[in-house]
T-cell receptor, first 117, second 114 residues
């Protein structure tokens, strides 16, 4: 099946620094990638949708200047949390969808846990 | 707008007994529906999906779900729970009218007692 990886799996950073999270589709071309955020014991909330080669579309309430998303190739999307603060601490999960996913299936990465001190 | 309601935030069952996780959805069109499982600090694994074919959908690990349009429900069942089934389960809807975005239910945490 389709495999999506994320790196790093966990990261701890100081307040005010920036953190980059990578999402890769390992065995298929991902024309669309999604970034979700999950707070402890809560559900997943869609942050943004990115299509290869174009700007990401952010959900209402998500600061695009704080959460920078780049989808420069068909196998890689990155999420950069700029000037991170403790309230940005969360579990970030990406998913990827190929061009021929007739049934709109998204393949999820294993997630990245961000802790901001 | 589409929405998903998981009626139980927690379900506790004994090993070997049936599991029922309830899910109701709201969608403006014929949706695709999914059940995902998430073990602690892990990503999501697809259990099964409904995409307008058979209303009774069989998934992995003995799980199945039945799509009932009249009740707008998509409940997940398993005849006999195993200790490894302890996890968080999410009911998810994808609505073409909403740009095929996925909307997640609030999740149901399953505890399996020995």
């Amino acid at each position: 099946g389709a495999v999506v990886s994320q790196h790093p799996s966990w990261v701890i950073c100081k307040s005010g620094t920036s953190v980059k999270i990578e999402c890769r589709s390992l065995d298929f071309q991902a024309t669309t990638m999604f970034w979700y955020r999950q707070f402890p014991k809560q559900s997943l909330m869609l942050m943004a949708t990115s299509n290869e080669g174009s700007k990401a579309t952010y959900e209402q309430g998500v600061e695009k200047d704080k959460f920078l998303i780049n989808h420069a190739s068909l196998t890689l999307s990155t999420l950069t949390v700029t000037s991170a603060h403790p309230e940005d601490s969360s579990f970030y999960i990406c998913s990827a969808r190929g061009p021929d996913s007739l049934y709109n299936e998204q393949f999820f990465g294993p997630g990245t846990r961000l802790t901001v001190l | 707008a589409q929405s998903v309601t998981q009626l139980d935030s927690h379900v506790s069952v004994s090993e070997g007994t049936p599991v029922l996780l309830r899910c109701n959805y709201s969608s403006s069109y014929s949706p695709s529906l999914f059940w995902y499982v998430q073990h602690p600090n892990k990503g999501l694994q697809l259990l099964l999906k409904y995409t307008s074919a058979a209303t009774l959908v069989k998934g992995i690990n003995g799980f199945e779900a039945e799509f009932k349009k009249s009740e707008t429900s998509f409940h997940l069942t398993k005849p006999s729970a195993h200790m490894s089934d302890a996890a968080e389960y999410f009911c998810v809807v994808s609505d073409p009218a909403a740009g095929n975005k996925l909307t997640f239910g609030g999740g149901t945490r399953v505890l399996v007692k020995p």
